[in-house]
């Protein structure tokens, strides 16, 4: 008797137990088969918008965020392009043209550097290369700035005719002077030395091209035994 009493009781708490825990665990099984919830998306603004978001998923507001940074990016966009185009048109025109005015130095310097006289004033007597006459701009307390701005103005007179006039400056290893430029250019037409001359200090000016000076001798001439100017 004292064991069918203890088997009872034994089988009453097994009962009890299997009672407590089938629920738990079928609530477990239940918990751990639930599809997880996704956390809330982030409302789009203009500064977090990364265009992830599909637009028909955006609401009424975030559509119009969106408006607004594409058109701002687009503005930056097209801002660049203007910049962009308006350097590489400066550049073009002052520069890299066969008709800028860093051309016309340039051609101007090498006819200097390739003239006898001028080579013989900036370097002294016997031989030199060209490479020896350096020419530059507006003189700079840099020494790595020298090809800085040319001293240069471009004016039309009354009947049209543009003129070109510049002055810069050369130095060789015997001595520095300045080259002065004049060129007039008609309507349609190419740009034309009118003159063409350097100045060494201590030295009488020598041209390479007189044009002004030879129209002002012609205009110069006698009558009745006098000149008149």
């Known amino acids: ?3 069918v009493g203890i088997r009872t009781t034994s089988l009453l708490r ?3 137990i299997n009672r407590t825990i089938l629920p738990s665990r079928s609530l477990a099984t239940q918990s751990n088969g639930a599809a997880p919830s996704s956390p809330p998306r982030r409302a789009v603004t203009v500064v977090n918008d990364t ?3 599909p637009w028909t998923n955006l609401s009424t507001g975030e559509k119009l965020a969106r408006t607004t940074q594409q058109t701002f990016n687009i503005g930056i966009v097209l801002v660049g392009l203007a910049l962009t185009g308006g350097v590489a048109t400066v550049l073009w025109l002052e520069v890299f043209s066969s008709d800028s005015k860093t051309a016309y130095f ?3 310097a090498d ?3 390739a003239d006898p006289a001028c080579r013989e004033l900036l370097a002294g007597e016997g031989i030199h290369s060209n490479r020896e006459i350096e020419a530059y701009g507006q003189p700079s307390w840099s020494r790595w700035a020298r090809n800085r701005k040319i001293a240069s103005r471009i004016e039309t007179d009354r009947a049209g005719l543009e003129h070109l006039h510049m002055h810069f400056f050369v130095e060789g290893p015997a001595a520095k002077g300045t080259v002065v430029l ?3 250019r008609r309507p349609g037409e190419q740009f034309e030395y009118r003159l063409l001359a350097l100045d060494v200090p ?3 000016r020598h041209y390479l091209e007189n044009a002004d000076g ?3 001798q012609r205009k110069q001439g006698k009558m009745f035994g006098v000149r008149w100017n």
């Open 1 to 3: 008797m004292a064991n």
């Open 14 to 16: 097994s009962s009890v």
């Open 51 to 53: 265009g992830q978001i």
């Open 106 to 108: 340039n051609r101007a």
């Open 111 to 113: 006819r200097v550097r």
């Open 182 to 184: 004049h060129m007039t």
């Open 202 to 204: 201590g030295h009488k």
């Open 214 to 216: 030879i129209f002002g």
